[in-house]
């Protein structure tokens, strides 16, 4: 089970991801390396079972994780 903060920052990513945010950009946001940025992407990709980055952010949108 993901903490709340963690939770929260998924979302901030995924919502990044999806306005087409490069991953720089999103590394300056988090104050994070462009590479920890990846790995985030890789395992979102993993727990969500897609095989894009489209995919999960469409998955994202279609589960209601950003229906707050």
Not at 53 to 58: E, F, L, N, P, R
Request: charged share 25%; glycine share 8%.
């Amino acid at each position: 089970i993901l903490k709340t903060s963690s939770l929260l920052r998924v979302k901030k990513s995924i919502k990044a991801v999806g306005s087409g945010a490069e991953f720089k950009e999103i590394s300056e946001q988090f104050f994070s390396s462009v590479n920890t940025v990846e790995t985030h992407r890789k395992n979102i990709l993993l727990k969500t079972v897609e095989k894009t980055t489209t995919g999960a952010v469409k998955y994202a949108i279609e589960s209601g994780l950003f229906g707050d």
